[in-house]
């Protein structure tokens, strides 16, 4: 007999520690009886733990529907109504994503770009301010020489006052203490300061083709200038519905729009403004599910799927967060020889022709031979049909190849398909065939 | 022998038709719950099921469920239709969104499930 656990287990889980169905689906057992009694539903919030951090905005996603779950220990909205309708918001119009859980550093000093580039493995002490740049963090590790320990966003912030450098590292929640505490071991005696601010402060993202519309309609006309002209990769400040903001051009869906850091008294009136220029024009507010069905179309990597602390940043396509030349951080001489020798298995999409999803774990076989395993698999809401993202063997990694998934006790085909799934045109907000 | 639904405690229905089959659902509270609803493996014709025993699985966007049968029996139709209308479920969850018709075992077995009112109690003490 398949047991639900099992399968629960199995399907859509982020490994950062967080969002495990385990968790969010409650299981009744009878001392009476040996079976589960599979109760399908996600937890109470007021049963879950009450240690879970909360971000501003937590009050307002539990007044709008917002089913809560235990994300890296925080009590974050998996979905409001429909994983599916918000999905499809934030690809049709725009979507509202509380990101105040991921972990938001300061550094500062004299010393701080030189510092910070010296454990980073992309190039920060030149860069311009309003410049964001997508990088590893890592540290040495004896074994195997390096061990990644998160994937990050680095920003240069204006000079403080004294005319000294300040730059900015957002992370992902589930590596925020494990990333403060190495990069205090690393701090020099003067010269540096780190400081985490990331209960001082929230982050909101506003993703989708009308975003920076929305966004723009709570600015002032100079300001809403600015916010259009910024290129991708790059962040301003602005006044955004009354309160203080940084504005960057990132995001984490695959489309166009801004994540926004405030102070976190700001949260909620910034979130409230957000959320109501946007109503007449489709914008949805977004859980963390849509957040995941969005970045995995995009085909963009999460820290404890695609990305660990063993992996080879060539081999899963992260080439561009990796900059050797002429320069070290910790780990570089062991990327250098897998980039000198490339040798495992290579990141890949794969595209389903059903709906039934592989998820993180499944073994993909090509023929009798197991030749690698899912990193992440969902439905995909754009393309109507079932993806993937998974390591195999190099020999079978050519766009076209016939694999199969086992998903449970069933092989499932799918055929290697190129990375993005989805990419957003420059001007239509067309969905992919 | 039970002449209304019956429901089991992990929110399947079951309904004894004129028939002498019953045919086997899911609440209305189990399809809300759930949202997002992709795939639907139905069993094979002919499969035998015993009481509280998978028969198909049920599969939303986060997460996939068993469907459990709640008598034993023979699995004599499917509602083959209906894993690519899922929104029935949605829409009809208790005729049109029926989902096997089983010959059961032992028909007194219906009378150990929950009647109408006791599974309304226990949707009530649902966390939610």
């Known amino acids: 007999m398949r047991s639900a656990a099992r399968w629960q287990r199995e399907a859509g889980s982020f490994r950062q520690g967080s969002y495990n169905p385990a968790n969010a689906w409650r299981f009744a057992r009878r001392s009476s009886d040996q079976r589960p009694l599979p109760v399908l539903f996600p937890t109470n919030p007021r049963h879950m733990s009450q240690m879970l951090l909360q971000t501003p905005l937590c009050g307002w996603h539990e007044s709008h529907g917002g089913r809560m779950v235990d994300f890296a220990g925080w009590k974050m909205p998996v979905q409001y109504a429909s994983i599916v309708d918000e999905h499809l918001a934030t690809r049709r119009a725009a979507g509202l994503f509380d990101v105040s859980h991921m972990g938001r550093l300061a550094v500062q000093g004299p010393a701080a770009s030189a510092w910070l580039e010296s454990l980073l493995t992309r190039r920060v002490a030149g860069i311009e301010p309003g410049r964001v740049r997508y990088t590893l963090i890592t540290s040495d590790a004896a074994d195997s020489g390096v061990a990644v320990l998160d994937d990050a966003l680095v920003s240069r912030d204006v000079d403080a006052a004294d005319g000294t450098p300040r730059l900015a590292l957002v992370v992902n929640a589930s590596n925020r203490e494990k990333v403060v505490a190495w990069l205090r071991t690393k701090l020099p005696p003067a010269g540096v300061t780190l400081m985490d601010r990331t209960s001082d402060t929230a982050m909101i993202a506003v993703q989708g083709p009308v975003a920076i519309d929305i966004v723009c309609q709570l600015c002032d006309p100079l300001e809403a200038a600015q916010i259009r002209q910024l290129g991708n990769y790059r962040a301003t400040t602005a006044t955004v519905a009354g309160q203080p903001a940084a504005v960057s051009r990132t995001g984490y869906t695959g489309e166009d729009g801004v994540e926004l850091i405030v102070a976190a008294a700001a949260a909620v009136p910034v979130w409230d403004a957000v959320y109501a220029a946007g109503a007449s024009a489709g914008l949805l507010a977004c859980g963390l599910g849509a957040r995941d069905t969005l970045r995995l179309e995009a085909g963009m990597p999460l820290y404890g799927h695609e990305l660990r602390a063993d992996s080879d940043p060539f081999a899963i396509g992260l080439d561009l967060a990796v900059n050797l030349e002429g320069r070290s951080f910790p780990g570089s001489g062991r990327f250098a020889a897998l980039r000198d020798r490339p040798a495992g298995r290579v990141r890949v999409g794969l595209a389903f022709d059903s709906k039934r999803s592989a998820r993180e774990g499944n073994s993909v076989w090509h023929g009798d031979r197991e030749v690698g395993v899912v990193t992440s698999g969902s439905f995909s809401p754009t393309l109507q049909r079932s993806i993937a993202m998974s390591m195999v063997d190099r020999d079978v990694a050519t766009a076209g190849t016939a694999l199969d998934v086992l998903i449970r006790d069933t092989r499932q085909a799918a055929t290697v398909a190129p990375l993005p799934f989805y990419r957003r045109l420059a001007k239509a907000p067309a969905l992919q065939p | ?128």
């Open chain 2, 1 to 128: 022998m039970a002449a209304e639904m019956r429901f089991a405690k992990s929110h399947e229905w079951v309904r004894p038709e004129p028939s002498g089959l019953a045919t086997v659902g899911v609440s209305a509270y189990a399809v809300a719950a759930l949202t997002d609803l992709v795939f639907m493996q139905l069993p094979a014709v002919g499969r035998r099921v015993k009481a509280g025993e998978s028969f198909g699985e049920i599969e939303s966007v986060k997460a996939v469920s068993d469907l459990y049968s709640p008598v034993s029996g023979e699995i004599v139709e499917v509602n083959a239709a209906l894993p690519n209308a899922l929104e029935t479920l949605g829409k009809d969850p208790y005729n049109a969104g029926w989902i096997i018709r089983i010959r059961p075992d032992n028909p007194t077995e219906l009378d150990t499930l929950l009647d109408q009112a006791a599974y309304d109690s226990l949707v009530k003490s649902q966390p939610h």
